[in-house]
Nanobody, 127 residues
Framework: QVQLVESGGGLVQAGGSLSVSCAMS????????MGWFRQAPGQEREFVAA????????DYADSVKDRLTISRDNAKTTVYLQMNYLKPEDTAVYYC????????????????????WGQGTQVTVSS
């Protein structure tokens, strides 16, 4: 059974930085693309970033481009999201997700394409 566990969320001031991680167990990490999504209170879950199995293909939501960076370490079966120049509107629960069904080169923005999800980690940016 694939399990995803996020860590590293917390409280940061606007303009600051934070890094969140997601570790996979129970699956072949190098066979899947990975994504990060977020959900703020009262809002739908939205795409943040995605990365192909080898880290070559990446995609970012326009709202986070040039501020957030997705990366992965297949040896550690972990995907990362480095967040810089954080804004109050980045406040949300951040979820990682694994896409095993599609091509591992695919980076999808559609949450329906992802098979497994973590429990989420809270990121709060104060103004």
């Amino acid at each position: 059974q694939v399990q995803l566990v996020e860590s590293g969320g917390g409280l940061v001031q606007a303009g600051g930085s934070l890094s969140v991680s997601c570790a996979m167990s129970g699956g072949t990490f190098s066979r899947c693309a990975m994504g990060w999504f977020r959900q703020a209170p009262g809002q739908e879950r939205e795409f943040v970033a995605a990365i192909s199995w080898n880290g070559v293909n990446k995609d970012y939501a326009d709202s986070v481009k040039d501020r957030l960076t997705i990366s992965r370490d297949n040896a550690k079966t972990t995907v990362y999201l480095q967040m810089n120049y954080l804004k109050p509107e980045d406040t949300a629960v951040y979820y990682c997700a694994a896409d095993f069904r599609g091509s591992r080169y695919r980076v999808s923005r559609d949450p329906k394409q992802y098979d497994y999800w973590g429990q989420g980690t809270q990121v709060t940016v104060s103004s």
